[in-house]
């Protein structure tokens, strides 16, 4: 397992270290230490979800995909309402022949969790004693490492694995904003970034529903575990995720959604002359051009002029 993930324990331990010096010219060689290498596992999530933005894109379509195959998974369902088996048969040639999987939310999370590991491992050898390197992390980088602390607590420090009461008392903060920004951003989805559908046989809206509620548990369970740095890593990727769903429910929210038919009202509002029907009309998945609804009036207020 370790030799397969040798090639992660460099790339991640390269884009701390890489983020680390940099951040010398900002704090200076001997500046604060803690700062520097806090900022560094900070960096290191920038650059992972920046490569991962492609991913989500993918995410995004293949959800929008299922939302409009929900006629026709409830025809499904009622059909083979009886029979479990073929049901499963159906769907899943359904999925295939519209190329979308209902799993594909997840996709984003496991691609991290590699990663995750790694930051994992890196962490764990600086926090040896002595502390040993990983990857490009030399044992005086990991000596440096071990020293630093995030608002007191030491980056290598376990909850677990500490009788120190700063230690856990970070861990709790930290697992706590972990929790609730994940709710939110689950949430979020659920009440503004969905379509409005029957919630009974809905299974985009069940998987959403478990997930709202499993992760902050799971959050609570293993983050005991992890040292600091990596609760740390997990904090700020999720503040990005809730970020970046704010974005897409605000700029390009999907057909069918609450914050569809807001911004669909917003554009009407800016547009006095925008008519109900052409906003109820909208084809899914498109945004009604304020400029070519002005060129559908213009022939109208040019018919009256000639009468």
């Known amino acids: 397992m370790g ?32 700062i520097k290498w806090s900022l560094s596992i900070i960096g290191l999530v920038i650059v992972i979800r920046i490569i991962l933005i492609p991913l989500f894109v993918k995410q995004i379509k293949s959800q929008r995909a299922l939302t409009a195959l929900q006629p026709h998974m ?49 962490l764990n050898a600086i926090g040896k004693n002595p502390p040993e390197g990983k990857g490009v992390l030399t044992a005086t980088d990991a000596a440096s490492a071990a020293q630093a602390e995030f608002f007191g607590a030491p980056i290598s420090e376990t909850f677990l694995g500490t009788s120190s009461g700063t230690v856990k008392i970070v861990t709790v903060i930290l697992i706590a904003f972990m929790s609730a920004t994940t709710f939110t951003t689950q949430r979020q989805l659920m009440v503004k970034g969905m379509p409005k559908m029957d919630s009974s046989n809905n299974m985009m809206l069940q998987q959403q ?28 990727t999720n503040l990005w995720t809730w970020g970046q769903q704010y974005y897409v429910i605000k700029r390009n929210p999907t057909p069918g959604s609450p914050a569809y038919e807001e911004l669909q009202k917003k554009r009407s509002s800016k547009n006095p002359n925008t008519t109900n029907e052409n906003i109820d009309g909208a084809a899914e998945g498109s945004v009604i051009d304020p400029e070519v609804k002005g060129q559908r009036q213009q022939p109208n207020k040019k018919k009256k002029k000639k009468k």
């Open 209 to 236: 529903k478990i997930m709202l509620y499993l992760f902050p548990v799971i959050f609570a369970v293993s983050g005991v575990n992890f040292p600091i740095g990596v609760l740390i890593y997990w904090s700020t």
């Open 74 to 122: 409830k025809e499904i369902q009622k059909k083979h309402k009886d029979d479990r088996q073929k049901q499963s048969e159906e769907m899943m040639k359904l999925y295939k022949e519209h190329k979308t999987n209902p799993l594909a939310s997840c996709f984003p999370i496991l691609a991290q969790a590699p990663i995750f590991f790694a930051l994992f491992t890196v």
């Open 3 to 34: 030799s397969i993930l040798n090639p992660l324990y460099y790339a991640v331990s390269w884009v701390m270290v890489t983020f680390h010096s940099l951040l010398g010219y900002v704090f200076g060689k001997d500046g604060n230490e803690s």
